[in-house]
């Protein structure tokens, strides 16, 4: 591969040609990467212009699970994911819970933080009484910056300094905490960050003060939600578990103890939590990468790598809930511009960024009690199979009765890439 000055100017189709010159295998097939192009040259600009260098689009399946009782509330929610069985999974414990009382939710708080870390190589007394003097200078500094958040009820709640000498020599923070209303607010709060760090620079000797860096964190612990869903024991009984209700619940209570204690199962179970939550947070141009970072962190706030799920059952009643970290936004950012982010938040009957959190933890609730309930039941591999089946079936360009055969074929038997070849070869013998 060759190396190249300048690609970012280069045009989108000359980006492209250069490109498949590179590629050894099928230059021509890249050459057709203009088919994923949208077909409305101005509604393509707008994807273009989300990211640099682009020369196509990516497409992910958008699907709906509806049913989902939330609050007293219905809503159809809308998923961007490329794993199958993740909406049905979904759609079926909104099922499952809709004739049980619906998800009930709560956000429980909405705090955000910023930090400017610098270094002070003074006395610490010294640097408690300038910033005690800077204080109401910076206060007075973010006025003007803070107009349209206060308008919206938001804006800048405190500044403290905070001693970090314990961990790093001579480091200290100053941080921030925000409310930032519907804006998941990364703008707001890195532009505040960096006003304070510019008064902190300003009447000080430079030998003494070294700003490292300004800007938001990710780790929002208190910006929370929490939802749960609970019923009485017997109204777990359900034909396709298998088990009695009480055998369930207990088994079920059981693999949320164990995702509890054991790091390597808590992995697999949150990432299962966030398969659901993920999917809205995509589907609503909200940043995943920033949820799932927090919401690992969160896992592992007292030191283990835990559950993010929480089972108990009380006098006969199963209470299942979820406390998640959300940091999501309804204006703003991509959720204004990408048109099916926009779609997205109609359906869900345009909420503020709480509710979005609450509809949002939801669906990673109903994730996982779909999960656990395969796991402790029939197994994941079944209904995974299902769909697994149809894209092998699809890779092997399986015509429709072949489908149709192998469906019925593999209702009972073990899926894989061998045993589908082999069945449509078999089917090919016998033709
Ligand atoms: C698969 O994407 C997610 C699961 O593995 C989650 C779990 O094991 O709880 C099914």
Known sequence: ??????????????????????????????????????????????????????????????????????????????????ESSVVAAASKSANFWLSRGGFKAEVISTTKVGQVHFEWFGKKRKLKEYFEAQLPKIWEALEPLCVNMKKRGGGVKDVTLVDMTQSLENYYQIKVTFETCDAMGANFINTILEEISNILKKDIDAT?????????????????????VDCPIEDLADPAHQMSAEDFANKFLKAVQIANVDVSRAVTHNKGILNGIDSVVLATGNDFRAVEACAHAYAARDGQYRSLTSAKIENN???FSLEIPLSLGTVGGLTTLHPLAKLSLNLLQNPNAEELMLMTASVGLAQNFAAIRSLITTGIQKGHMRMHLLNILKQMQANRS????????????TVSFTSVRNFLNSMKITQ
């Open 208 to 228: 003494q003060l070294n700003v490292i860096m300004s800007i938001l964190s990710n780790y929002t612990p208190e910006c929370l939600a929490r939802v749960w």
């Open 1 to 82: 591969m060759e190396t190249i000055a300048g690609f970012s100017k280069l045009s989108k189709s000359e980006k492209i040609q250069w490109l498949s010159r590179q590629v050894e295998n099928n230059p021509d097939e890249f050459l057709d990467v203009t088919r994923f192009w949208l077909k409305n040259s101005d509604e393509q600009k707008v994807f273009d212009e989300f990211s640099e260098n682009t020369i196509t689009n990516y497409y992910f399946p958008y699907g709906i699970a509806p049913n989902f009782l939330i609050n007293g509330k219905i809503y159809c929610i809308p998923m961007v994911i490329e």
């Open 317 to 319: 009643h199963f209470v």
């Open 402 to 413: 072949e489908i149709e055969s192998a469906k019925n074929y593999f209702s009972d038997k």
